[in-house]
């Protein structure tokens, strides 16, 4: 699905994987998941441009798979960020509560993805 994201699109994404992970029956994903997906809409929000990014949530035999693209092309690093730091703790947070995290470069621009196994 594509979308144009704002502060409160998280929220609204997290009810969504919330719903497929209870169809697919993963529901102990819901916690990192949610989680991990707040953290790159969050991204999206402060940093595209327009706001404008595709989100993709995948039933995966070993679990799920979920992929945020946006059109802004450039490599993504977890930081670490100092202990008065506001920000910055976003990719950290989901290297620490996925099984895989990564960063795709597309010719639109780039995929963030993680995997969580079931």
Do not use: Q
């Not at 999206?44 to 992929?67: F, K, Q």
């Not at 202990?83 to 703790?89: E, N, T, V």
């Not at 996925?98 to 639109?108: F, M, P």
């Amino acid at each position: 699905m594509g979308f144009t994201v704002g502060e409160h699109s998280a929220g609204h994404m997290r009810r969504i994987l919330r719903m497929f992970l209870t169809r697919w029956e993963l529901d102990r994903l819901a916690d990192p998941a949610t989680l991990a997906l707040t953290e790159l809409v969050a991204n999206v929000v402060r940093h595209v441009p327009g706001r404008r990014c595709s989100v993709l949530m995948l039933r995966e035999p070993y679990g799920l798979r979920v992929e945020v693209a946006d059109a802004v092309p450039g490599a993504l690093i977890a930081k670490l960020a100092g202990p008065l730091d506001g920000s910055g703790r976003g990719l950290a947070l989901v290297e620490a509560v996925t099984d895989r995290w990564g960063a795709d470069e597309t010719a639109a621009g780039k995929t963030v993805w993680f995997e969580c196994d079931a």
